[in-house]
């Protein structure tokens, strides 16, 4: 684990330069599980997204879409990991809020996944961050050429960086949700945002820069001067990925150090994504 938490701060490190235990016999696990269609990595496979390509520039990149035709659009933006079981949990979810989205996530890694830390952190370093908002741009226009009036977009960690570059860089955006990222100045800065922005902060996440608190409250005063809509939530008690609530993902936050656990915030900051997008994109 002390290596896996040197290979975190490490990562915190780049971000910042250009992520209450769960009880068996208390845990509402089981209620929340009924609301939020939890997937297995051996699953992931299964579930009904469609594999697309989008052209951008002069190049190509596979991306996966679920949910309703013709439905208010969102990109949904990978963790460190890549396009994994969790971040196909995430699309899955939000294509059936309420009335039902168009969940695209792009494949910002061109098929790789970590399978570690090390690998995870690997294949972060060697993003093409720029290139990646490209792909967002790209990602946000396919939706919108394709039966959705309005797109938001949402991430976590890394994507949570990225989301909030969006909202900076990608002027087809309609709303943004991130979670537990800011970009780094050379990146974007959030107080030049042109779509409303919300977003989701552990109170004892501790990628120092990047998403603990202090990061949270500089986004904060950044979004007053940008002049769009924005809500900065933080969660007392929740870590770095506390909306990782599959077993495997649980394990994986447990193996890296983040022994927290509080699924009445998990809830909490879906209730607050659904409002938001709901507010933006119908």
């Given amino acids: 684990m002390a290596t896996s938490l040197l290979l975190l701060r490490r990562a915190s490190s780049l971000f910042s330069s250009s992520p209450s235990p769960l009880s068996s016999s208390s845990s509402p696990l089981p209620r929340l599980a009924r609301r939020i269609p939890l997937r297995s990595m051996a699953a992931a496979a299964a579930e009904p997204f469609q594999k ?36 196909k949990n995430h699309a899955l979810h939000i294509s059936q809020l309420d009335q039902g989205y168009r969940a695209l996530i792009p494949d910002l890694y061109r098929g790789k996944v970590g399978l570690d830390a090390a690998e995870a952190q690997h294949l972060m370093e060697g993003l ?39 909202a900076v860089l990608v002027p087809e955006v309609d709303a943004v949700v991130a979670f537990y990222g800011v970009p780094s100045p050379q990146l974007a800065d959030p107080s030049q945002a042109k779509a409303p922005i919300q977003a989701h902060f552990g109170e004892l996440d501790n990628f120092v820069g990047f ?36 077993p495997e993902g649980i394990k994986r936050r447990k193996e890296l150090g983040m022994t927290d656990g509080d699924l009445s915030a998990v809830e909490l900051a879906w209730s607050r994504f659904r409002s938001w997008m709901g507010r933006f994109l119908f």
């Fill in 52 to 87: 697309i390509q989008i052209q951008r520039e002069d190049t190509t990149f596979d991306a996966y879409v679920v949910g309703k035709e013709n439905a208010p659009g969102i990109v949904v933006l990978q963790e460190w990991w890549g396009v994994d079981f969790e971040i």
């Fill in 128 to 166: 093409d961050w720029q290139g990646a908002v490209k792909d967002i741009s790209a990602s946000v226009n396919w939706l919108k050429a394709n039966g959705s009036s309005k797109v938001g977009v949402t991430g976590y960690c890394m994507g949570g960086a990225l989301s909030i570059a969006s």
């Fill in 211 to 246: 998403s603990d608190v202090t990061a949270a409250k500089s986004l904060e005063e950044k979004l007053k001067l940008s002049g769009v809509p924005y809500e900065v939530h933080i969660y007392p008690g929740c870590a770095h990925a506390f909306m990782n609530v599959s």
